[in-house]
């Protein structure tokens, strides 16, 4: 289809507007239906030159690959013969939720605003979590400064950002987004609380602070950290592990307590934990030699906790992208990821970020046959809400007895396995 074809069928969007004024607030709510009888989970609204991404992208991911949504496209499920605007209004009401795939194409379609505008009248005056943006393109804010329907989705409703080539792994950054979509689309729709916030959602690619190999910075002056990583290269040359610890200071204390001789020792395990690590910290150290030189049969990962200003999506990216290197260095090694624990005497916001890290990273790891998720929390959460100083004596570091408690089920997931063949 030509441009003036297009500009065409655009500009009789306005022509249709009068239609809209005969369908009185009373005829769309006779619309609504309760989510289980909608007979799509979601309608894609979306541009004519963005239908490409929709077709070789969305529609096989979304209703392929083992995916059982059900999506409502304008090519495929509008009636024929029917008003363009009825087709749009019985669209965007027999769908549980509307997806706007926004481009700059988008945003200078008079159709893709009347679309955009019926489904926010819907958010808004229903209090229902029905709608969410899909950002093809990297859009400054100032170019959508006109848009003022669309920022105000923006700052409280669910966005997906499309990760381009751009990234260092796009692979990685589309299995996240695909994962985030489809988690977004299994939530239901009704809003309990007006002010509930709603989790913006992000990509995984180079813009992620989590997912960007960083070394620590030497803020002591005293160059640690560089020589612990350092000896972490050189002592690698002449070992031979079947299981290589990695992450934070909760992997480095392990290796000080007597249940690492006991328990890991035997299983030829070697220890690269590093106090105050954050997800972008370990993501530089395996980049940069700490897997060069071994083999090891299982990669154990506990990071996460000191991504400190990371939102919970930033951090799974990070922990994604940390698994990613170690299936390009390591092709026949499985990565077991530690759930990351909660923390704080009392509930708090970080305890919340954490747990919504494991429940992202459990279901993005799922589909990944070199990777899996293990929640290692015992119950250190007491029916108050509270955790007790005898198990994180700081109310973040295990004692003693917490960490076995924690470690004997580990051992024996390790166990079983090594005992597996391995998967190429």
């Known amino acids: 289809m030509d441009r003036n074809k297009l500009k065409l069928i655009d500009g009789l969007a306005f ?15 006779k619309l609504r239906e309760d989510e289980e009888s909608c007979e799509y989970d979601a ?24 995916s059982s949504f059900k999506l409502c496209l304008h090519h495929r499920d509008f009636e024929p013969g029917r008003n363009i605007v009825d ?11 509307t997806v706007c795939v926004v481009s700059r194409n988008f945003l200078q379609s008079e159709w893709c605003s009347l679309e955009i505008q019926l489904a926010s009248y819907r958010l808004f005056d229903e209090r229902r979590d029905v709608l969410m943006l899909v950002f093809l393109e ?25 990760p381009g080539s751009e990234c260092s792994d796009p692979a990685l950054a589309q299995l996240l987004f695909w994962k985030q979509l489809r988690r977004a689309l299994r939530t239901g729709s009704r809003m309990e609380d007006e002010d509930k916030p709603d989790i913006k959602v992000m990509s995984a690619g180079d813009s992620n602070p989590a997912a960007t190999p960083t070394p620590c910075e030497d803020n002591q002056g005293d160059g640690r950290w560089m020589s612990l990583h ?41 220890n690269f934990g590093i106090g105050g690590d954050a997800t972008q910290h370990v993501l530089w150290r395996l980049s ?15 990071v996460g906790t000191n991504n400190h200003g990371h939102s919970a999506e930033q951090i799974c990216g990070g922990i994604l992208a940390i698994v990613q290197v170690i299936k390009n260095k390591l092709p026949v090694a499985r990565t077991l990821v530690l759930g990351v624990l909660p923390r704080g005497k009392m509930p708090n916001p970080l305890r919340e ?42 109310y973040l570091h295990l004692t003693p007895q917490a960490y076995q408690a924690l470690c004997q089920p580990l051992h024996g997931h390790l166990k079983s396995m090594l005992d597996k063949p391995a998967e190429n």
């Open 353 to 394: 970020r954490n747990a919504q890290v494991n429940h992202l990273v459990a279901e993005a790891v799922s589909s990944l046959p070199h990777a899996s998720f293990l929640s290692v929390d015992p119950g250190f959460v007491h029916s108050n809400g509270s955790i007790s100083h005898q198990d994180m004596y700081d």
């Open 15 to 29: 022509q249709n507007l009068h239609h809209l004024k005969t369908l009185n607030f009373e005829q769309w709510r």
């Open 43 to 66: 309608f894609i609204s979306y541009n004519f030159y963005d239908e490409h991404w929709v077709l070789e992208q969305l529609l096989p991911n979304m209703e392929g690959n083992g």
């Open 230 to 270: 350092n000896r972490f290269v050189s002592d690698s040359k002449d070992k031979e592990p079947d299981v290589l610890f990695v992450g934070d200071s909760l992997i480095q204390l392990m290796h000080q307590f007597a249940v690492w001789r006991e328990l890991f020792s035997p299983l030829h395990a070697l």
């Open 288 to 302: 940069n030699g700490e897997l060069d030189n071994i083999s090891p049969k299982v990669v154990v990962l506990w």
């Open 87 to 97: 087709n749009i209004v019985s669209a965007v009401y027999g769908s549980r939720k």
């Open 138 to 162: 990297h859009i400054p804010e100032r170019e959508l400064s006109s848009y003022h329907r669309m920022r105000k989705v923006m700052l409280r409703k669910t966005y997906l950002q499309w």
